[in-house]
């Protein structure tokens, strides 16, 4: 890993992890550049903060830090008001980039510490009632009822939908293989 990343900064072109990780440490390296960034943009929003890995978590803390000295983003605390996220801890399934259940819930943690809240959304406004029901009876058997490190607690949503006229239904069809990989004519069928 280490050779590949001295011929890749050799040759000069810089891959997405490395963006993330130069940058977080200019950030957390030089004051003055954390100190620019900090007064150039003074709110930040992060969507889909489930997928947030370490790097990203800490640049995100290092702009809004209320202490433009501290270098270790975990004692960092957001400026009031300076950071909002959005995110469904049940959706934290991109292990494999990184990001896991355990960031997110030090950063939530982090965040509340230090003045911020936690707003359950729980209104679905895509779905119909039919689908509701089927995902809540779903998570109810699948997340605890209380979180722990590893698992966010189960959450009821609440449609809001109301469910169509023609008697909504939800169907679970099994798409045929074909040598282990989905029919696709099949499934378009299936669809249709």
Known sequence: RELYRHARLSANPLNFQDLLQLSTAVLRDRSEIREYFRSRFTHLLIDEFQDTD?????????????????????????????LFVVGDPKQSIYRFRRADIQTYNKVRDII???????????????SSESVIRFVNSSFAATFPAVADEFSPANRELDAV????????????????????WPNIRAEARLIA
């Open 54 to 82: 370490p790097i990203q978590a800490e640049m995100m803390l290092l702009l809004t830090a209320d202490d433009a000295s501290e270098t270790e983003w975990q004692k960092c605390r957001p400026v009031p008001g300076s």
């Open 112 to 126: 509340v510490e230090g003045c911020g809240r936690v707003v359950p959304l729980t209104a679905n406004f895509r």
């Open 161 to 180: 939908r109301p469910a169509p006229a023609d008697g909504d239904t939800i169907q679970i069809l099994r798409v045929p293989t074909d040598r282990g």
